[in-house]
Antibody, heavy 120, light 112 residues
Framework: QLQLQESGPGLVKPSETLSLTCTVS??????????WGWIRQPPGKGLEWIGR???????YYNPSLKSRVTISVDTSKNQFSLKLSSVTAADTAVYYC????????????WGKGTTVTVSS | QSALTQPASVSGSPGQSITISCTGT?????????VSWYQQHPGKAPKLMIY???NRPSGVSNRFSGSKSGNTASLTISGLQAEDEADYYC????????????FGTGTKVTVL
C-alpha cells in the first residue's frame, strides 16, 4: 500500500529557503499512474496547491508561487522534494505531499503533513 | 487563484442527510468529471472520499455520495453520524491556462 512521509526542518528563518522531502514507500515513484505533488494549509485556512511533478521531471507550479518554487524528483531514492525560496511568515503552514492520479486528477494518498513555521 | 465556492458551514442532526455544494465554472466543475471530495478532521491530513464526481474509494462508507449538475458538484452525507463532523473540500481539474488544479473554499460540517 502506497505511503508518503514528509521530512524537513520545522522552523525556517525569513528570507531563507524552505526544503522538504517526501519519501514514497509501498510503490515506485516511476509509476505512470501518478503525479507527485505538494499542498499546503496555513493555520486555520484552506488547502492551497503548490505544484506537481511527474517521474520524468516535468513540473507544474501554482502561478502565485512559481517564481519561488522548485519541485524535483530522485528516482534512485524514491523521493521527491520541495524548495520554496525567500520565505515569509505567510509561508507558515502544514505542508502535505500527495500522489495525484495521472488520469483522473484525484489525490488518493496523502502524507501526514509537516508543520513549517517561518520565524526568526 | 480562483477557488471553487462552498458554503462555509453546514449542520445537521444525527441520522439526517446534508448536502454540500461546490460551484465552479465551465472550465472546471462543469467541463470535466474530475471532481473529488476530501474529508479533514482537526489536526489530520485530508482523506479522499469521492473521485470522478460519483466514485467512492474502497473503505469509504456508502453514506457518502457525489453528484454534479452543470457547474455545481455536490456531496451528500446520509445518516449523519458524529464522526462525520469535519471539514470538507471539493477539488477539480481546470483547463484554465494559468491553473492546473483548484480547491474549494471548504465547508465545516457540524453534527448537532
Amino acid at each position: 500500500q502506497l505511503q508518503l512521509q514528509e521530512s524537513g526542518p520545522g522552523l525556517v528563518k525569513p528570507s531563507e529557503t524552505l526544503s522538504l522531502t517526501c519519501t514514497v514507500s509501498g510503490g515506485s515513484i516511476t509509476s505512470s499512474t501518478y503525479y507527485w505533488g505538494w499542498i499546503r494549509q496555513p493555520p486555520g485556512k484552506g488547502l492551497e496547491w503548490i505544484g506537481r511533478i511527474y517521474y520524468s521531471g516535468s513540473t507544474y507550479y501554482n502561478p502565485s508561487l512559481k517564481s519561488r518554487v522548485t519541485i524535483s524528483v530522485d528516482t534512485s531514492k524514491n523521493q521527491f522534494s520541495l524548495k520554496l525560496s525567500s520565505v515569509t511568515a505567510a509561508d507558515t503552514a502544514v505542508y502535505y505531499c500527495v500522489s495525484l492520479n495521472y488520469y483522473y486528477y484525484y489525490m488518493d494518498v496523502w502524507g501526514k503533513g509537516t508543520t513549517v513555521t517561518v520565524s526568526s | 487563484q480562483s477557488a471553487l465556492t462552498q458554503p462555509a458551514s453546514v449542520s445537521g442532526s444525527p441520522g439526517q442527510s446534508i448536502t454540500i455544494s461546490c460551484t465552479g465554472t465551465s472550465s472546471d466543475v462543469g467541463g470535466y468529471n474530475y471532481v473529488s471530495w476530501y474529508q479533514q478532521h482537526p489536526g489530520k491530513a485530508p482523506k479522499l472520499m469521492i473521485y470522478e464526481v460519483t466514485n467512492r474509494p474502497s473503505g469509504v462508507s456508502n453514506r457518502f455520495s457525489g453528484s454534479k449538475s452543470g457547474n455545481t458538484a455536490s456531496l451528500t452525507i446520509s445518516g449523519l453520524q458524529a464522526e462525520d463532523e469535519a471539514d470538507y473540500y471539493c477539488s477539480s481539474y481546470t483547463s484554465s491556462s494559468t491553473l492546473f488544479y483548484v480547491f474549494g473554499t471548504g465547508t465545516k460540517v457540524t453534527v448537532l
